[in-house]
């Protein structure tokens, strides 16, 4: 139980899914809420903003239980999908409202509004008027807005949605800084996993209703606790498990001898594409002594370049697996290779804790 | 985006809509309760047997089955004159396209014996399209011969408010996004295709709302009928209710065929109502207005647009014209020629000793003007009180937003009656005559001003709102500071038409105003009463000028919105 | 601080209420006290109506204040009358013309009362033998022709000749169901064809009608512009053009058949607690006030020894009047204005 930061119990039905999501952020931390369309992200915003009634559960902000304040009175700060921003008001004037609210005097205003709009790179943009602005700058524009009020946790929607994949880079890196500068507790709402494995601090993913998992990105990426979280995170293959006895290769030879052992229910295996390694790709050898799994025969089906690799869709046995290769393939049959160490099983879509596939250690 | 339905705000919104109901429930409620709970209480007690008699009376039907083909057919000519106009307007600039607007809902506010005599004295067998044309080609016979029969109920009706449609279908019109039409477009559709399966569906919403509008004035419509259509048998619920009650004085009888009438209206608009929010959904503040700086292309576009602003011109001015040019001319001496003359104006400002009613023209003027003044700032925080309380709950049929139109409804005969009954209840002197008549404007101006304010209040995004609460501004703060200014445009064009429809309501103001108060539109029906009908016409051009003015007004001042 | 603002809204909101409802009471029990109470219609009451003027010419001449309450129509003032019975106001009522007085006098509400000033007036217009209503003006229906578009010979001398083709579309009449002088109209045909015959008279006039208004504004309205010839209105309608606008454009013509008279009656409240006074204002009325309230009301006086202008020598006065009691037309009214639609509507 933090003292400081966010610790949240919420629990709210609605029509189409029940929300029942309990995580903590630590305060000054930068987290993200992640997960697709309808798994309630957006709501759980709204639920910790106050601007929807919560049925149970608990909200502790910096140790204050703010359940049960009025919206206005929880000095957290929403930065909309929208943004929200006041058409009738010029940037000054938007970013000036909280701050007239809290009473401070015209002169104290200017200068928080410049200090404010320089934060956030936009200097001199006082006069302008929001339908004068591009995507970005109203997002900016938005964000000061919302740290005039001075906010205890400030909560983004979706704020780089509407933007341009090059402009959304710098955008997340401004926010990441932004962030940095203020040591405002913040929590982000997307639906883009690169986006939230570049600048969370803490990610929490979500899907119907529930967290799946919460932690550090890395962890998260690495080690997902249920195939949803693996296959929302970053491309992978999903193979069943039955393939094991016939791609499985120098299966280990320490203390633990393989046995295979398909568990009750739906048993399968996955990995990652850049761990897969394409047989005559000449960078990566593959250890051939090691434990690994090889795919012969798979035939290429598409091949799209990325800038630093190529992206490989294979297709073995029936099934698809992505790979990624430095280099062009050559022949169109290639042999594929994936140590088993990065493997990971899942059975009904949860993870299993022992990886009998893997030597200790490794 | 998910409503707030915040529980901290609750008691705001208990207690925003209630001034709002407590008007509407004295003005209009309860009168319309004692009109009614007469159909079901005779000497015995209570029955429902008059009711039931009333509704399965063959006559009846009849009657009501007549009412609703006039109303529909009228509906329809209306909007097939008006949509071409409405493109138009939406899509092209053209010169006397704002006058043409602002002209627009003159005839929905003035008095209904004004715009009947205005019509007879332009297209009558004596009137000036006649005569021009009979002087033009040297006939001997009239060759109009439109009025006094079915076709001209239907094309009084059409003519009098396809105006109101094409201004209402055009300011949506405009703001509709184009890109679906060009989309339409590339995928193979022609123009044509592109209109009926792309743009009308998208035009439902205001297609409906202006419709409607015009069915109901159509269903009500009273002296139009008897007086154009020629006879008793074109006769609406509305005449067998004004026989029962003020021939016969069969209030109950009254009642329930009142009933049976407002039941059909309610329907009405209770599917309008649905449908409204349905279809409404969809448009928000999306792109600004499409452009519209256009002037017709092709010679052929040239010309349509030309022939349709003269037939309009000609259509909603003419009969409004005749009234004014009347109004200047007077008899004098024996001989009939009638020359122009501006006696009855020197005689209304008084600088002329005043024939009967004349004399009282000024002071009316005054009354009026002061009344409308009130009704148009009372209308404005009552309706907004009403759209707060609506829109928070927005999932459910606001219950709140029918109470808001049913005195539009309701015909004047029905609450006169119901006024008229408790008034025999009240006594008292000139203040409250006063008072009594500004309430009973207000409603008769809410269910108007709700639609001009509501879908407006509608598009605000509720972000804005959360917005605001998010950076710390409680309930009301937020109200004042974001969402007043951005309904500025909304309310005042509201404010416009309740003050127009105040100058010209007549019905009610009689009924409640004792002697000592008088209006405009009272002094001029007793004129028309006293045979000085060119008196009545000075006054109808007075009235006519002030709502001209103020429609103008309102027109160009709708130009300084927020694009957003 | 915003909780007190929601409170303080409240608050104003009930006294603004509670300011508007309680005048309303406080001036009622104020008013029962001290003045006259007399009701009457609309027109009478308004600027130029014949009331105020006469008002005032009584509170000079006799002390007595009068509060002259304007009740609506003549229909609605009766309705009102009758519907006050258990807690009435009024004191006099005038304006309830014979057609309607059935009604009343079923109400029994009304004292009789034989004022002096009878002997002024003809047996013949004292239309109530029991004297509950007393006559103060009368008007004669009539046709009123537009010299100037129909010439002399040709100009119809019976309301039976009007269903002559030649007036096809020149005639405009007036709805009985929505308009008293309608009914006017329609009380006439079956005073002068009787019950059996004055359906055909209609049937016949359904060819001849440019059109059948609401009421006599419109009706008088298109007449005046010119629409067509002739018109359902009273035999003193041509007085006002003659004072007004010196023209003797518009004449009445005189039928052969006699004209419906329709009388206007003034009427004591049995109710009433101010009886003299109220006697007083009835006895002027029939009286002072006649001269008055024919030239406002563009009625006939009723009492013998008023002097007329000579503008009224545009009214001629028809040598037979005709007239049904008031008893015969409630009984049937209902009856016979369905039976006149169902034949004007097929």
Redesign the interface.
């Known amino acids: 139980m933090a003292d400081n930061g966010l610790t949240c119990s919420l629990k709210a039905s609605y029509k189409d899914f029940t929300l029942d999501a309990q995580f903590t952020v630590q305060a000054g931390e930068l987290a993200c809420i992640i997960g697709p369309s309808g798994c309630g992200k957006s709501t759980t915003l709204q639920l910790i903003a106050g601007l929807l009634p919560q049925e149970g559960g608990s909200l502790l902000l910096n140790g204050q239980d703010i359940g049960q304040k009025p919206v206005h009175q929880r000095h957290i700060a929403m930065v909309f999908q929208d943004y929200a921003l006041f058409p009738h008001m010029n940037v000054e004037q938007n970013i000036a409202y909280p701050l007239k609210i809290r009473k401070l005097n015209r002169a104290k205003r200017k200068e928080r509004v410049a200090r404010l709009l320089s934060l956030v790179a936009l200097e001199g943009y006082q006069k302008r008027r929001s339908q004068e602005l591009s995507g970005g700058e109203r997002q900016r524009v938005a964000l000061a807005r919302a740290l005039a009020s001075d906010p205890q946790l400030l909560l983004l929607d979706e704020p780089l949605s509407a933007l341009d994949a090059k402009l959304r880079k710098h955008l997340r890196e401004e926010i990441r800084r932004i962030h940095d500068e203020t040591g405002i507790t913040t929590v982000y709402v997307t639906h883009d996993q690169e986006e939230a494995l570049s600048i969370a601090d803490r990610i929490i993913v979500m899907h119907a209703g529930r967290v799946m998992q919460e932690g550090k990105g890395e962890d998260i990426y690495h080690n997902p606790a249920s195939l949803f979280v693996a296959t929302f995170m970053g491309e992978g293959t999903t193979l069943p498990y039955s393939i094991i006895p016939k791609t499985l290769v120098n299966p280990s030879s320490s203390s633990e001898p393989f046995v295979f052992k398909p568990l009750e229910g739906k048993h399968t295996i996955f990995f990652r594409p850049e761990h897969v390694m394409v047989q005559d790709d000449r960078n990566l050898p593959l250890a051939e002594y090691l434990p690994h799994l090889s795919f012969k025969q798979a035939e290429v089906q598409s091949c799209e370049f990325q800038g630093d690799h190529y992206r490989l869709a294979c297709s073995w046995e029936g099934h698809t697996i992505l790979c990624h290769s430095s280099y062009r393939p050559k022949t169109q049959m290639v042999t594929l290779g994936v140590r088993s160490s990065r493997i990971r099983e899942y059975v009904d879509g949860e993870s299993i804790a022992k990886h009998p596939l893997s030597p200790t250690g490794e | 985006m998910?409503k707030?339905?915040?529980?901290?705000?609750k008691?705001?919104y208990r207690?925003v809509p209630?001034?709002s109901v407590?008007v509407l429930l004295l003005l209009f409620f309860v009168p319309l309760f004692f009109t009614l709970s007469s159909a079901f209480i005779t000497e015995e007690g209570l029955t429902f047997l008059r009711v039931l008699e009333v509704f399965t009376d063959s006559y009846t039907v009849k009657i009501m089955l007549f009412t609703l083909l006039q109303a529909t057919l009228s509906t329809l000519f209306s909007l097939l004159v008006a949509l071409p106009g409405a493109y138009l307007i939406a899509t092209y600039s053209f010169r006397g396209k704002r006058l043409i607007l602002a002209l627009s809902a003159i005839p929905f506010v003035i008095p209904s014996?004004l715009v009947?005599?205005g019509f007879?004295?332009f297209f009558?067998?004596?009137?000036f399209l006649n005569g021009l044309l009979m002087s033009l080609f040297n006939l001997s016979e009239p060759p109009l011969k439109i009025?006094?029969s079915f076709k001209a109920i239907i094309l009084a009706h059409t003519f009098y408010n396809f105006p109101i449609i094409m201004s209402l279908v055009s300011s949506y019109w405009e703001h509709l996004d184009a890109n679906c039409e060009a989309a339409s477009q590339t995928l193979g559709a022609n123009k044509v295709q592109t209109f009926l399966k792309v743009t009308l569906p998208r035009l439902l919403p205001a297609i409906i709302s202006a419709a409607s509008l015009v069915f109901l004035f159509c269903f009500n419509s009273?002296?139009i009928i008897?007086?154009?259509?020629?006879?008793?048998?074109y006769?609406t619920m509305e005449?067998?209710i004004?026989?029962q009650a003020?021939?016969?004085?069969n209030?109950g009888a009254a009642a329930a065929l009142s009933l049976f009438s407002i039941l059909t209206t309610t329907l009405l608009l209770i599917w309008y109502n649905a449908s409204q929010r349905r279809l409404a959904r969809s448009e928000t503040y999306q792109n600004s207005k499409r452009i519209i700086e256009k002037r017709p292309a092709t010679l052929l576009g040239k010309l349509l647009a030309l022939l349709y602003t003269l037939s309009s011109f000609l259509f909603i001015l003419g009969p409004i014209v005749s009234v004014v040019i009347r109004s200047f001319m007077a008899?004098?001496?024996?001989s009939?020629a009638e020359s122009f003359s501006l006696k009855w104006y020197r005689q209304l400002l008084s600088l002329e000793r005043a024939?009967?009613?004349m004399?009282?023209a000024l002071g009316a003027l005054t009354n009026s003007t002061l009344i409308a003044l009130l009704v148009a700032l009372c209308t404005i925080p009552v309706a907004l009180s009403m759209c707060i309380a609506i829109r928070r709950r927005e999932s459910k049929q606001s219950f709140l937003e029918l109470l808001g139109m049913l005195p539009m409804t309701v015909s004047s005969v029905i609450i006169g009656l119901g006024y008229?009954?408790i008034?025999?209840?009240?006594?008292?002197?000139l203040?409250?005559g006063y008072?009594l008549v500004v309430l009973a404007h207000l409603v008769i101006a809410i269910p108007f001003v709700l639609r001009t304010i509501l879908p407006e209040y509608r598009k605000i995004?509720l972000?804005?709102m959360?917005?605001?609460?998010?950076?710390?501004?409680?309930?009301?703060?937020t109200f004042l500071?974001?969402e007043l200014?951005?309904l500025k445009g909304a309310i005042f064009t509201g404010a416009i038409f309740a003050f127009a429809l105040s100058m010209g309501e007549f019905n009610a103001t009689?009924?409640l105003a004792?002697?000592s108060i008088?209006t405009l539109p009272i002094v001029m029906?007793?004129l028309?009463?006293?045979?000085?009908?060119q008196g009545a016409c000075a006054l109808g051009t007075i009235l006519i000028g002030v709502c001209t003015i103020v429609f103008i007004v309102s027109e160009f001042a709708k130009g300084g919105t927020?694009?957003? | 601080m915003e909780v007190l603002m929601k409170k303080h809204q409240f608050v104003c909101i009930m006294v603004a209420i509670l300011t508007l409802i309680v005048p309303l009471f406080a001036q009622g029990a104020q008013e029962q006290s001290a003045e006259l109470v007399v009701y009457a219609y609309d027109a009478f009451c308004g600027d130029w109506g014949p009331g105020p003027a006469l008002v005032e010419e009584f509170e000079k001449q006799s002390g007595i204040k009068v509060n002259l309450v304007s009740a609506g129509d003549a229909v609605e003032m009766m309705t009102k009358v009758i519907s006050e019975k258990a807690n009435p106001w009024a004191d006099v009522v005038v304006g309830i013309t014979d057609d309607m007085a059935q009604k009343i006098y079923d109400a029994k509400l009304l004292e009789p009362y034989k004022s002096p000033v009878l002997d002024s007036i003809p047996a013949s217009l004292q239309f109530d033998e029991q004297h509950r209503l007393l006559p103060f003006d009368y008007g004669n229906f009539a046709f009123v022709v537009d010299t100037e578009r129909l010439a002399e010979d040709e100009r119809p001398a019976s309301l039976a000749s009007l269903t002559e083709s030649k007036y096809k579309g020149k005639v405009i009449l007036i709805d009985p169901r929505t308009s008293s002088v309608g009914l006017g109209l329609l009380l006439w045909t079956i005073e002068a064809f009787g019950e059996e015959n004055y359906l055909a008279w209609w049937e016949a006039m359904k060819e001849n009608a440019l059109t059948i208004t609401d009421g006599w504004s419109s009706a008088y309205g298109l007449f005046t512009e010119g629409e067509a010839p002739l018109v359902l209105s009273y035999t003193t309608s041509p007085v006002y053009h003659v004072t007004y606008e010196d023209t003797t454009r518009y004449q009445t013509l005189l039928f052969s058949e006699g004209h419906s008279t329709t009388f206007e009656g003034v009427g004591l409240l049995a109710s009433s607690k101010k009886k003299t006074e109220a006697k007083q204002f009835i006895d002027f009325l029939l009286s002072d006030a006649q001269l008055g309230i024919a030239l406002a009301n563009s009625m006939y006086p009723v009492n013998k020894t008023v002097e007329l202008p000579e503008a009224f020598d545009w009214a001629p006065k028809p040598e037979k009047s005709l007239s049904m009691s008031s008893e015969i037309l409630a009984k049937n009214l209902d009856r016979w204005l369905t039976e006149w639609t169902q034949v004007m509507s097929r």
């Open positions: 998910r707030a339905n915040n529980l901290q705000y008691r705001f207690i209630l001034p407590v014996i009947v005599l007879v004295i009558g067998n004596n009137g009025l006094y009273f002296a008897l007086v154009l259509g020629g006879g008793p048998q006769t005449v067998e004004y026989r003020r021939m016969l004085g209030s008899s004098s001496s024996r009939a024939t009967g009613h004399g009282s008229y009954l008034s025999s209840r009240l006594r008292g002197g203040p409250l008072v995004p972000s804005y959360h917005s605001s609460l998010t950076l710390g501004a409680g309930r009301i703060r500071q974001i200014p951005l009689l009924t004792n002697s008088t029906y007793r028309i009463g006293s045979y000085n009908f927020y694009g957003r």
